[in-house]
């Protein structure tokens, strides 16, 4: 008897160890989940709290920030901006020019240029956005909402991708990329093809808004190009110090040209190589690229060549100012920065070119 009673209250215990378990189990919180989907990922909080507080972000897109965004969504995100930053108020055409789409603030974009269709007259509104098509619907924004702008020139070599950024895309990519609107997607990559999400279309948006605010404080008709990048040749540079970075205390190692050592026209051929310059490979053909530049006219990124006998080139460096330049000196030794300005290589210095333009 107390056997079968040991073996019911056993039992007994079990069914209330299952009952208390099975709900945690069973049934998910609908609120939760749905929560999730509509929560910006934690690094867009902050700015997509920014974006509401400007109103910069339509209704309908107050929420699934992390979806990709679609051609209609970011032509209604991009008018937002538009008229954020003081566009002439516009009406839509009165003849559509589009089969697939009535939604206004598409047409009115189309209007004033900052979104074209694609053939046989349509739009396709649902399509994604990819990260180059963002770029350019977001810098002829900018165009529209500002005509007065100066717009400096800064296209150039920046993502290693580059040569897959459409070739209608690469102004608009390097010019958000020089005002820093815009970023890499990591190993210094833009991913031009990728899509992109609804928080990161957002926080583009932001971060336009705010750079031309910068500016009208400041009261100049151009953006701020903090990242010191005016020109071709600037951007060139900042790369070419980023990656003289990524190489510094790497040995020496005779026909290297890396990653993990080089010689000293190794090294040249290597880094102006990543910044899509080609250059011969050895330190006497290098001599020969470019156009000759005086020692008292050195700037950041010229070649500088040495001659140990006076007459025939053994070495070369890049120059990167105060009388300094990188090199790869010899077996031994590593890359390295050594000053021209006296010693052994201030006598054996034999002339420099200019390769950057």
Not at 196 to 201: F, K, Y
Not at 230 to 239: D, G, P, V
Request: hydrophobic residues 35%; glycine residues 8%.
């Amino acid at each position: 008897m107390k056997n079968r009673l040991d073996k019911f209250s056993f039992i007994f215990m079990c069914i209330i160890i299952v009952i208390s378990i099975i709900p945690n189990i069973t049934y998910a919180n609908p609120t939760q989940s749905q929560s999730n989907v509509n929560t910006p990922s934690n690094w867009a909080i902050v700015a997509i709290e920014g974006a509401k507080e400007s109103e910069l972000i339509p209704e309908e897109l107050q929420g699934q920030y992390r979806n990709s965004i679609s051609r209609e969504e970011f032509s209604e995100l991009a008018m937002e901006l538009y008229e954020a930053l003081g566009g002439k108020k516009t009406t839509p055409p009165e003849v559509n020019p589009f089969s697939d789409t009535q939604n206004a603030k598409v047409l009115i974009a189309n209007k004033l240029g900052i979104i074209h269709g694609k053939e046989d007259g349509k739009f396709d509104p649902k399509s994604k956005v990819t990260r180059e098509e963002m770029s350019v619907m977001l810098y002829r924004t900018l165009k529209a909402a500002k005509p007065g702008y100066k717009y400096p020139d800064l296209e150039g070599y920046i993502f290693t991708d580059n040569d897959i950024i459409s070739s209608w895309a690469k102004e608009a990519v390097s010019y958000l990329y020089g005002v820093e609107v815009i970023n890499g997607v990591g190993d210094n990559q833009f991913n031009p093809k990728g899509d992109a999400s609804r928080e990161q279309a957002i926080i583009l948006v932001k971060k336009t808004h705010e750079k031309v605010a910068e500016s009208e404080i400041a009261q100049k008709n151009n953006l701020v190009v903090s990242r010191g990048a005016r020109s071709k040749e600037s951007i060139i540079k900042l790369k070419l110090k980023k990656y003289i970075a990524e190489e510094m205390g790497k040995p020496y190692q005779w026909g290297g040209t890396g990653p993990d050592g080089y010689d000293c026209s190794g090294l040249v051929y290597s880094l102006f190589g990543k910044l899509g310059i080609s250059l011969p490979r050895t330190s006497k053909t290098q001599a020969g690229a470019g156009t000759y530049v005086s020692k008292e006219e050195l700037i950041y990124g010229d070649l500088v060549f040495f001659a140990r006998d006076g007459k025939n080139i053994n070495h070369v460096g890049i120059y990167v100012g105060d009388g300094e330049f990188v090199h790869s000196p010899q077996t031994g030794d590593v890359v390295k920065t050594t000053t021209l300005m006296s010693g052994y290589y201030a006598r054996g210095y034999y002339t420099a070119r200019r390769v950057i333009k």
